[in-house]
């Protein structure tokens, strides 16, 4: 059953993945027509994919690259039908439970997942989210996972590439955030607690005065990968060198926002602002012009290299399980 919105149907204020924009539909209207100029002259000049990944890549060509940069592609040759074979097995009752819960959370602003009468993209997502499940025991599913999934089906607009993406993106790409124990998700908010200290120490100031602030105010950026949080394009952005380059980026980009929003962040008298504030500081043009962020966030926060990050999460996964296991 062809689930596409049909040409011509589409409300006037729906981007061209689906979703319903109210707010900000003028600008973001005018900066696509920019942004499309700039993406189509890139397309034609795709072929040397390292120079072009920081720089977006082309919409057709996504599925292509996130599967490529990711060792997905590898790994879907390599397991030809392995993806069907966890459709047909019996089903664990309370993970299809809770899987199912959380269908109608997903981003129920989108035409695509609406399931009034067609069942729209929803099936696909619940099929990803299930296979997943059986797949990885240990991580099972987790709320976060279906924003995930349900961005990698927009994308790809195929269950199978979709499900190993998402394998090489919770397997490989980001370090252990979605085990029930959330270990790596709890030792990337301190890394950038640590990083903060040193590239914008005013606002590391202003955070230790709030023992636990960062699960606060960026728990979700990291565990929804920017999703529902950053305007789509430049999510998308953000995936391509995540994809490409790893997990650091997600660092870039939380540096990026801190550092270009220091002012606001310091005028904060109390908890309830700070968090008000790290709200505020993602919206608004600066995040909506997709093309200057990304240029942004390989700028402003300086350089930030591989050996320091393992070098900081190791300190901080230390810290933190001999705090959870009651003694140093």
Same mark, same amino acid.
């Given at each position: ?20 924009? /109210? ?12 942004? !499309?100029?700039? +993406? ?47 459709? =047909?097995?019996? /089903?664990?009752?309370?993970? &299809?439970?809770?899987? /199912? ?21 929803? &099936? ?32 790809? &607009? ?58 606060? =105010?960026?728990?979700?950026?990291? $565990? ?7 305007? $789509?394009?430049? =999510?998308?952005? !953000?995936?391509?060198? +995540?994809?490409?380059?790893? *997990? ?9 926002? $801190? ?25 608004? *043009?600066?995040?909506?012009?997709? /093309? ?10 300086? *350089? ?15 810290? $933190? ?8």
């Amino acid at each position: 059953m062809d689930t596409a919105p049909r040409a011509g149907s589409l409300p006037v204020r729906i981007d061209p993945y689906g979703f319903e924009r /109210h707010h900000d539909f003028e600008p973001y209207k005018e900066m696509m027509n920019e942004y !499309i100029a700039v +993406l189509n002259r890139r397309s034609m000049r795709w072929s040397k994919v390292k120079r072009f990944v920081r720089k977006g890549v082309p919409n057709e060509h996504r599925a292509r690259i996130w599967m490529a940069a990711s060792g997905a592609q590898e790994q879907l040759e390599t397991k030809p039908g392995y993806y069907q074979s966890l459709l =047909v097995i019996e /089903h664990d009752t309370k993970l &299809k439970e809770t899987i /199912h819960t959380d269908m109608h959370r997903t981003f129920p602003d989108n035409i695509l997942f609406k399931s009034k009468t067609e069942p729209g993209l929803q &099936k696909a997502l619940y099929n990803v989210l299930l296979a997943y499940g059986h797949h990885n025991k240990a991580v099972g599913y987790c709320q976060g996972m279906n924003f995930i999934a349900g961005y990698l089906i927009i994308i790809t &607009k195929d269950e199978e590439k979709s499900f190993w993406l998402m394998d090489a993106l919770l397997g490989r790409i980001l370090p252990d955030y979605y085990s029930p124990a959330m270990l790596g998700l709890k030792t990337d908010q301190e890394v950038l607690g640590e990083l903060v200290k040193t590239k914008a120490p005013a606002v590391g100031q202003l955070m230790a005065q709030y023992p636990g602030i960062w699960t606060l =105010v960026v728990s979700r950026w990291f $565990i929804c990968l920017y999703i529902d949080i950053l305007p $789509i394009e430049t =999510v998308l952005r !953000i995936w391509d060198c +995540l994809f490409y380059e790893g *997990s650091k980026v997600l660092f870039r980009v939380a540096l990026t926002l $801190i550092i270009h929003h220091q002012p606001e962040i310091l005028r904060a008298r109390s908890l309830p602002d700070v968090c008000q504030c790290f709200k505020d500081i993602t919206s608004g *043009s600066f995040t909506l012009d997709c /093309h200057t962020f990304m240029q942004k966030i390989f700028e402003e926060p300086g *350089s930030l290299s591989k050996a320091t990050i393992e070098k900081l999460r190791e300190k901080c996964r230390r810290q $933190i399980m001999e705090e959870e296991s009651g003694h140093p």
